[in-house]
């Protein structure tokens, strides 16, 4: 599967296509069940799941983005941006290149400052915590460089995330699990690793901690379709494990295959957020800010 976004200069600022262009905190995706098209495989796996939050409609989110602005210099970059993620949902972030999905993850997580804003994870206000409490707290982030080391093993990386996490040996065995690939490569180095092994051990060890909620940048970003096809399924193992999900993608047919909620970014705005089949009734939405049709 090659990425589905075609790179178009300039999208207009305002959403004047749209429909419903701003409505991060309408809890539309729970009011309307969603109708699982093509079910095979992980497909089946997330819609059994997408149909379990559509019945929690009142459920207090896990994580509240409210209004972040985040700055790189002098050049504000987040305008404004509002998204929440309800416990067990998948949330797929989606948007050009440059709309500023990265820096919306990295705002959450404090590795960039948000300068006006919040961020709410369980209750907490951890717009200005360090990135090592979020993690803690519960947050696992994969970054899109995968944060692989060439000289360390699967084995002692896996090591390393499980004593940092102050975790039981039992913990990496149950993660282990989750990815039969990394399993039979527990030896090897990273430099031995192909690109999509690298990014099943990068998810693997982010899930060391017990995260509650996985945040993923671009995890399918240079990777082979059938490759592809895996780290889709072994999200939608993760979230069959009750784990909530943000995933930022370029890949939409992969993010709109696991996720309950879509929203998507455009110029540092949040332009729409619907449910896939509400993303899918607005063509004119996908054309301007995703570049599909
Ligand atoms: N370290 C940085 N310094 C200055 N500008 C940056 C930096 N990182 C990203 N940007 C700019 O911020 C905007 C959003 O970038 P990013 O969040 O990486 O977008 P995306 O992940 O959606 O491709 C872009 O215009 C990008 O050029
Ligand atoms: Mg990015």
């Not at 409210?66 to 941006?81: A, C, F, P, R």
């Not at 699990?177 to 031995?192: A, L």
């Amino acid at each position: 599967m090659s990425k589905s976004v075609r790179k178009k200069p300039a999208a207009p600022k305002k959403p004047v296509a749209a429909k419903k262009p701003v409505a991060p905190k309408k809890p539309a995706a729970a009011k309307k069940p969603v109708v699982a098209k093509k079910q095979t495989g992980a497909k089946k796996l997330a819609a059994a799941k997408k149909v379990e939050t559509a019945k929690q409609p009142d459920v207090a989110p896990l994580l509240t983005v409210s209004d972040i602005h985040t700055y790189y210099g002098d050049s504000h970059v987040l305008q404004g941006v509002s998204l929440d993620v309800k416990p067990g949902e998948c949330v797929a972030l989606l948007g050009r290149n440059g709309a500023g999905k990265t820096t919306t993850l990295r705002s959450i997580v404090s590795l960039t400052p948000v300068r006006r804003g919040t961020v709410m994870f369980s209750g907490a206000d951890i717009t200005h915590s360090p990135t090592h409490r979020i993690i803690r707290e519960g947050i696992g982030y994969v970054p899109e460089d995968r944060g692989i080391f060439s000289s360390l093993s699967v084995h002692e990386h896996l090591d390393v995330a499980l004593w940092a996490a102050k975790k039981p040996v039992e913990r990496r065995d149950e993660v282990v699990k989750i990815f039969p690939r990394i399993s039979e490569r527990m030896e090897h180095f990273g430099q031995q690793l192909s690109g999509g092994e690298q990014q099943m051990l990068s998810i693997a060890r982010a899930l060391l901690s017990e995260p509650r909620l996985l945040i993923l940048d671009e995890p399918s970003e240079g990777l082979a379709p059938i490759i592809v096809d895996e780290v889709r399924d072994t999200l939608a193992r993760v979230k069959g494990t009750g784990t909530s999900i943000l995933l930022v993608e370029q890949n939409v047919a992969m993010a709109l295959a696991l996720a309950d909620r879509v929203v998507v970014l455009s110029q540092g705005m949040v332009q729409f957020t619907g449910t896939p089949d509400e993303l899918e009734a607005q063509p004119e939405i996908k054309d301007t800010y995703l570049g599909i049709a």
